[in-house]
């Protein structure tokens, strides 16, 4: 084996504290020097380097015996029992600064000496915008205000999330302050953890992992923070971020039983853009994303994961062949269909933040694909009114399951501008499909806009691969931070039976012109996906149509307003959606942050066994995100408008 040592001065009174002899902490004893925590393994199991460095026994020992005290060395040690069910206490509330049980400074600090000194005490973004954090600069705070809702940026912050709104809005530039929160500008961590790890070894997880167990901190876990549901934050959390796993590695022919072809193995910080490129790279294509800063095996393969390439070959999850993952004990282990299977399973569409920190997936790779996209962008105004736009729409609807059936996908938008309605086509992708036959399948839809009159001038465009096609037709997303939607699953027999297409259409219909906006998807799951023994929701296996509908408001709104449109979501309008589609569920991952019945929405017949799991694996809870497996046994003691959950808040158990 081989050592990675990372000397580090410790003083005595530190020492003194390791080894539980407070007395020792007065005398002269100067310094000693520990090791970070970690040590290299054998590479036995094809993993990445990072995975090889890891907490051993071995480590720990040597912690012991350079003068580590059992109660200290306790706190960052795996549990010897990784899945023994144990009796879990009640109504006891995570750790939070000033409580009896947070870490004094010297443990933080001895923390980031066993971690190699990637410890980061959170800063806000927008701290430079206020003189109180020391660092205040007029022009960096112009450059902020100017780029917020920039994602690229935001992303590469340890804490910064797109769900600011969930975490209490508690450092925004001053021009962006929520007044409709009755927030001041000033800048305070409020719900953004108080410490982030920024991970680059399988033992920093190992640690993170420990001590937030024997401490009982809420551990936070985060990538991008391209999450609309507040799960990469949280008050007085400690966070592993996991951005800057990037490592790699392709297969041209990967065996298990029951696959035999190419395959990527990829890092927990990957993302979809960096994936589609070493794709094209290997002249394959990767079931993934449609945004380009999403991270590809966190929250969104390990919650389903749906795809431009969705109605050829199904869903992201359906194509992970191996996961490595630190569970809550602590330990570093494989899932896979021969190991640990009950983990594979669940991860493979249960949701993530839950059930361990997945450091890599092995996921199956296609030929390439030559694809074709289209986009293109209408205003209603002059001649084409209203109407005409609805009947466009209506025209659509009729098409959507053959459409569908050929394999092909859509991501559109419906929005309010002033009075009138605009709508672009982000993207409809047609995959193993030349421009002539892409045309000549689009041809009977387009004949009827042009006999409604819609002023029409698509960019069609044909690739000989799909991630050039990916990059050329998808757009970056910005980040809106003022939002909140709601969402359902329009499944096959809601659209093929024409009395209730008509129903889903004004249902759709009726909600936009009571004030919503609207992101719709035209998908299916191919035929066979049914059979496939995951954890992906099954509404997703009959799903026609996926509908979002969100709201947007101006910081500067009244709070009675934007309360008022919060509530309508969940309430009054996507219940109508519900009442159509008894039975059927939602996307979790872009979905109501207060949906009702939320484990029906999810993950419909599968929850019973998705929280056995979780139970077995997590017996003391020391993993939660809100709206994931097993967080219906907590509770957040704030919210936010009275209705929101607040991450700037207490958890605790109900």
């Not at 500008?185 to 993170?208: H, W």
């Not at 609309?228 to 592993?240: D, H």
């Not at 800057?244 to 990527?264: H, I, M």
Request: hydrophobic share 40%; proline share 6%.
């Amino acid at each position: 084996m081989t050592r990675v040592w990372t000397h580090l001065a410790v003083s005595a009174p530190v020492l003194a504290l390791l080894s539980g002899n407070l007395i020792g902490a007065a005398t002269a004893l100067s310094e000693l020097k520990i090791d970070a925590a970690v040590e290299q393994v054998p590479n036995n199991n094809d993993l990445f380097d990072f995975e090889t460095l890891q907490l051993t026994g071995d480590v720990l020992t040597e912690l012991k015996s350079a003068g580590v005290g059992n109660e200290v060395l306790s706190l960052f040690s795996p549990k010897t029992n990784p899945v023994k069910r144990q009796a879990v206490p009640k109504a006891v509330c995570k750790t939070y600064p000033g409580d009896a049980n947070w870490p004094s400074d010297t443990i933080w600090r001895l923390f980031d000496v066993l971690l190699g000194g990637t410890l980061i005490k959170t800063v806000p973004e927008a701290s430079p915008c206020y003189p109180e954090w020391g660092q205040y600069s007029a022009e960096k705070c112009q450059s902020l205000t100017a780029s917020w809702n920039n994602s690229t940026l935001r992303i590469a912050h340890p804490v910064q999330i797109r769900s600011i709104l969930f975490q209490g809005m508690t450092c925004m530039p001053p021009n962006y302050t929520a007044s409709f929160l009755g927030n001041t500008p000033s800048c305070s961590i409020g719900g953004f953890p108080e410490y982030s790890v920024n991970v680059s070894s399988v033992a920093q997880i190992q640690l993170a992992v420990n001590i937030a167990r024997e401490l009982n901190l809420r551990l936070v876990i985060k990538n991008t923070g391209h999450d609309f549901g507040a799960k990469s934050t949280g008050k007085g959390g400690l966070n592993v971020w996991t951005h800057y796993l990037k490592d790699y590695k392709f297969y041209p022919s990967y065996k298990t039983e029951g696959y035999s072809g190419p395959a990527f193995k990829l890092g927990a910080g990957v993302q979809v853009f960096e994936a589609n490129e070493w794709a094209k790279q290997h002249n394959v294509t990767l079931v993934g994303g449609e945004g380009k800063s999403v991270g590809f095996i966190g929250g969104y393969i390990q919650g389903g994961g749906h795809s431009p390439l969705t109605s050829k070959y199904g869903m992201a999850a359906d194509h992970v062949l191996s996961i490595q993952l630190v569970t809550a004990s602590g330990r570093f282990v494989t899932a896979d269909a021969e190991t640990n299977p009950d983990l594979f399973w669940a991860l493979r569409g249960g949701g993530a933040g839950t059930y361990g920190i997945v450091t890599s997936m092995v996921v199956k790779a296609y030929p390439q694909l030559k694809t074709t996209t289209m986009t293109y962008n209408i205003t209603t105004g002059g001649n084409f009114t209203h109407d005409k736009f609805w009947a466009m729409q209506r025209a659509y609807l009729d098409e959507f399951e053959r459409l569908a059936d050929l394999g092909y996908y859509s991501y559109y938008r419906i929005r309010h501008l002033g009075g009138e309605i605009t709508h672009d086509m982000t993207s409809m992708v047609a995959p193993n499909t030349s421009e002539t036959e892409f045309r000549a399948a689009m041809a009977p839809l387009f004949k009827k806009w042009a006999d409604i009159g819609v002023p029409f001038n698509p960019v069609i465009r044909e690739s000989d691969n799909y991630s050039d096609a990916w990059l050329a037709a998808f757009p970056h997303e910005v980040w809106t931070w003022a939002m909140r939607q709601a969402s359902r699953f329009m499944p096959r027999e809601n659209i093929a039976d024409l009395d209730k297409r008509k129903q889903t259409f004004d249902a759709v219909k009726g909600v936009f012109d009571e004030g919503a906006n609207m992101i719709l998807f035209n998908m299916r799951n191919p035929p066979g996906s049914e059979l496939i023994d995951n954890a992906v929701n099954p509404a997703w296996r009959k799903v026609l149509m996926f509908a979002i509908m969100f709201v947007t408001w101006n910081v500067t709104d009244s709070p009675e307003y934007v309360t008022q449109l919060s509530r309508n979501l969940t309430y009054e309008w996507n219940p109508r959606w519900k009442k159509l589609t008894p039975g059927s569920g939602t996307y979790n991952s872009e979905s109501d942050y207060i949906e009702p019945e939320w484990q029906q929405s999810f993950h419909g017949s599968k929850y019973p066994r998705l929280l056995e799991i979780k139970k077995k694996w997590d017996p003391e809870g020391v993993f939660y995100a809100t709206n994931a497996i097993g967080s219906e046994e907590w509770v957040l003691g704030e919210t936010i408008m009275g209705h929101l959950p607040s991450q700037n808040s207490r958890l605790c158990r109900k």
